[in-house]
């Protein structure tokens, strides 16, 4: 499919049309949803309004049938579950946790907003699995009730290169980077391959490098090289202040 990029304010402008009500009784003729539909179908896209504190779907575009085959009105948080890659339940797992402590956040200040933005291979009505991006735009309202919302975009990013055995991830509060994706957006996320994470989690776990190479079959050499790959990838001191910073991006 042909991507056309466009400006994400429309996503702005679906916000403040629908915020008022809760975002029910969305009106299917109104023009700021004719379009948002328009250039979900140009782009190999869906979207849905989640309820953070309820934990459910609040609203969702039509093309959830063409990219999950599930009908609009029966998707909620369980199909990505069961649709999730087996390589990136563990991960599905960490992001959720972080949804709830950023929902948490917001909710106790009473104010802001975060975006978090990553991605993961679910599976497509076709039984493959396709390479989703999932940003999520989560902000605080006060109307209709004190509330922290959460716009979730998906877009099938199948057609971009990503580098071997990494993924996008990113949390914070730019949101220069709630954006239609391009290579550079893609390439935001941890440089480390599954086997230096897989280390970087046995290391958190307070294993020396003899039983890391014991439990992974492989050198006390091999280890310990990986370890200084880590650290110079990461750009660290030490291997705990990494461990600190994927602990708060929500990768540990």
Do not use: W
């Not at 466009?6 to 009500?21: G, K, Q, R």
């Not at 009105?73 to 563990?90: R, S, T, V, W």
């Not at 310990?224 to 990768?251: F, W």
């Amino acid at each position: 499919m042909v991507k056309n990029p466009y400006n994400y304010s429309i996503f702005f402008d679906f916000i403040e049309s629908y915020l008022p009500t809760g975002f029910l009784n969305i009106n299917p003729d109104d023009p700021i949803i004719k379009r948002l539909e328009q250039v979900m179908e140009e782009n190999d896209q869906f979207f849905s309004l989640a309820d953070l504190g309820k934990m459910q779907f609040v609203y969702n575009s039509k093309r959830s049938i063409e990219m999950m085959g599930v009908r609009p009105e029966e998707l909620h948080p369980g199909h990505f579950q069961d649709a999730m890659h087996p390589d990136c339940i563990e991960r599905l797992g960490l992001a959720r946790a972080l949804l709830f402590r950023i929902e948490h956040g917001i909710f106790i200040q009473k104010k802001g907003s975060k975006l978090l933005s990553t991605n993961f291979k679910v599976k497509n009505p076709e039984g493959g699995y396709t390479d989703l991006l999932i940003q999520c735009y989560i902000f605080y309202s006060p109307i209709p009730y004190p509330v922290v919302f959460d716009l979730q975009l998906y877009t099938n990013i199948d057609s971009f290169v990503m580098k071997k055995h990494s993924f996008h991830h990113y949390l914070g509060e730019d949101i220069s980077l709630f954006r239609f994706p391009d290579a550079e957006l893609l390439s935001i996320g941890p440089d480390l391959s599954n086997r230096e994470l897989e280390i970087i989690k046995l290391i958190e776990q307070g294993q020396s490098s003899k039983q890391i190479a014991d439990k992974l079959f492989l050198s006390v050499y091999t280890v310990n090289t990986h370890r200084s790959n880590i650290l110079e990838k990461s750009g660290k001191a030490s291997v705990p202040d990494l461990i600190y910073e994927l602990k708060e991006q929500g990768l540990l």
